[in-house]
């Protein structure tokens, strides 16, 4: 069964960068699109990027087009989000995410396994 675990979050001054990593475990990733979430507090979780399986294909939310970049190394069982520039606004539990169709997305309703998150904030 697949399970996965973000790491790489924490605190961060305006402009700044961070590297979120999603690493996998217990099935290969090679089978699986991976999005990116984030929930800020009293907000609705939002879809921040998305990966397909073979890597060609990317999604970004308009609010982090040109600063944030995802990748993924199937070799090493993990995704990446890096994140550059970061705004206050980006403070939130970022969530990784996984799902067998092939076709990236960011709506959250379509992935079926999930990470328990990792606290981004940005903040001087």
């Known amino acids: 069964q697949l399970q996965l675990v973000e790491s790489g979050g924490g605190l961060v001054q305006p402009g700044g960068s961070l590297r979120l990593s999603c690493a996998a475990s217990?099935?290969?990733?090679?089978?699986?699109?991976i999005g990116w979430f984030r929930q800020a507090p009293g907000k609705e979780r939002e879809g921040v990027s998305c990966?397909?399986?073979?890597?060609?294909?990317?999604n970004f939310e308009d609010s982090v087009k040109g600063r944030f970049t995802i990748s993924r190394d199937n070799a090493k069982n993990t995704a990446y989000l890096q994140m550059n520039s970061l705004k206050p606004e980006d403070t939130a539990v970022y969530y990784c995410?996984?799902?067998?169709?092939?076709?990236?997305?960011?709506?959250?309703?379509?992935?079926?396994?999930w990470g328990r998150g990792t606290q981004v904030t940005v903040s001087s």
């Open positions: 990966i397909s399986r073979s890597g060609t294909s990317t």
């Open positions: 217990g099935v290969t990733l090679d089978y699986y699109t």
């Open positions: 995410a996984a799902r067998t169709d092939y076709r990236c997305s960011r709506y959250s309703s379509v992935y079926d396994t």
